[in-house]
């Protein structure tokens, strides 16, 4: 079992930055992925960026964000990182912290990021 706590939403302005924080429950190490999903009001849940913790740190990025978005770890402190920068408003939704491990798939409970136009 793995629990996932995000920090970091609020409101921005169109052009801003906010980071985004996930510290994992367990060493980041047994974690085979983790990622960041963000859900619009009346949109599917959609994957924003992903990091391979086990394939030497690959990351992977929904066009949408590409060039704007940054996904980092922490290993000392379990924790994922979302850097979001250029933020427009079409970024507003609720942003959830995944994690992949052998034993299944885990879920943050959301973080609310609202950009202003």
């Known amino acids: 079992q793995v629990q996932l706590v995000e920090s970091g939403g609020g409101l921005v302005q169109a052009g801003g930055s906010l980071r985004l924080s996930c510290a994992a429950s367990?060493?980041?190490?047994?974690?085979?992925?983790m990622g960041w999903y963000r859900q619009a009001p009346g949109k599917q849940r959609e994957m924003v960026a992903a990091?391979?913790?086990?394939?030497?740190?690959?990351?992977d990025y929904a066009d949408s964000v590409k060039g704007r978005f940054i996904i980092s770890r922490d290993n000392a402190k379990n924790t994922v990182y979302l850097q979001m920068n250029s933020l427009k408003p079409e970024d507003t939704a609720v942003y959830y912290c995944?994690?992949?491990?052998?034993?299944?798939?885990?879920w943050g409970q959301g973080t609310q990021v609202t950009v202003a136009s």
């Open positions: 995944n994690a992949i491990d052998p034993r299944g798939e885990y």
């Open positions: 990091i391979s913790i086990t394939l030497g740190g690959r990351a």
């Open positions: 367990k060493n980041i190490f047994s974690i085979n992925r």
